[in-house]
C-alpha cells in the first residue's frame, strides 16, 4: 500500500509524509517507554506537522483572465515596482502575501501557463513580513506565460523559520491554474508580479486561499 493512500496521510503533502510517520513513531516508542512528558511532545510535533502539512482541495475560478492567489495567507501589501530580476518583466504590480505557521503551506500557480523559467537564490532567513525579504532572503523564481503571451512572475521566500523551498516545476512544464507548483516550509512568504493593466480585487490585510481567492483580472491581451 501507497503511504499516500493511508486514511492518516491522504489529506497530508507527500512531503510531510516522513515528518509526521517519524514522530509518531517516535510518540509510541516513548509512550512504551513510559517517557510520558517526552510522548506528548512529540505527540503534539505530529500534530502540528501533519497541520502544516496539509494539502486541502481547491476549486479555482472558470473565468478566463483571473488570477487566483498563489498562496494561503495575509496580503501585506500591494505595489507597483519593476519586475523581478531575470523574469523578463519591466513594470509590474506586486502582491505580497505573508504565511504564518498556521496556513497550508501548499503553493498553486496564480494561472495557467508554460514555464519559462526558474531561478533559485540561496540567502538570508529574515523575517518573511519584511520588506527586505524580497530582495535578501533565500528564493526561488518561477516565470510563466500564458495562451496570450503576458508573463507571471512568483517568488516563493524563505522566512525566519522557513529553511527549504520546494519548487516541482521546471522550464517547459506547463501549469494549469490552482495547480500545486511548490511548497515552503514553516513560515514564508510568496511575491506575485503581474502586468501592470491587472485589474487588482483584493486589499492590504485581506486573507487568501491559493488557488481559489481571485487577486486580479489580467488585461485583455488583445
Not at 503533502?13 to 512528558?37: D, K, M, S, Y
Request: hydrophobic share 40%; aromatic share 10%; charged share 25%.
Amino acid at each position: 500500500m501507497k503511504l499516500s493512500n493511508l486514511p492518516l496521510l491522504d489529506k497530508i503533502h507527500p512531503e510531510g509524509h516522513r515528518w509526521v510517520l517519524g514522530l509518531g513513531l517516535a510518540t509510541i516508542i516513548f509512550f512504551l517507554l513510559g517517557w510520558g512528558w517526552l510522548w506528548k511532545l512529540t505527540l503534539l510535533l505530529a500534530i502540528f506537522t501533519g497541520s502544516f502539512f496539509r494539502d486541502p482541495t481547491r476549486y479555482p475560478p472558470f473565468r478566463d483572465g483571473t488570477v487566483v492567489s498563489p498562496a494561503d495567507g495575509r496580503v501585506l501589501s500591494v505595489t507597483q515596482v519593476d519586475g523581478p530580476e531575470l523574469s523578463g518583466m519591466v513594470e509590474s504590480t506586486k502582491i505580497s502575501i505573508f504565511m504564518s505557521v498556521f496556513n497550508v503551506h501548499v503553493n498553486r500557480s496564480p494561472a495557467a501557463g508554460r514555464v519559462l523559467e526558474t531561478h533559485y537564490k540561496p540567502g538570508k532567513f529574515f523575517s518573511a513580513n519584511l520588506d527586505k525579504a524580497s530582495d535578501e532572503n533565500e528564493r526561488n523564481l518561477v516565470v510563466i506565460e500564458d495562451e496570450q503571451g503576458r508573463r507571471i512572475a512568483f517568488v516563493q521566500i524563505a522566512g525566519l523559520i522557513a529553511r527549504r523551498i520546494v519548487c516541482f516545476v521546471g522550464p517547459d512544464d506547463t501549469l494549469e491554474k490552482g495547480e500545486r507548483f511548490g511548497l515552503i516550509r514553516f513560515g514564508s512568504r510568496v511575491d506575485l508580479y503581474l502586468p501592470t493593466e491587472t485589474e487588482i480585487d483584493i486589499s492590504v490585510g485581506q486573507h487568501v486561499k491559493a488557488g481559489e481567492t481571485i487577486i486580479g483580472y489580467l488585461p485583455d491581451a488583445g
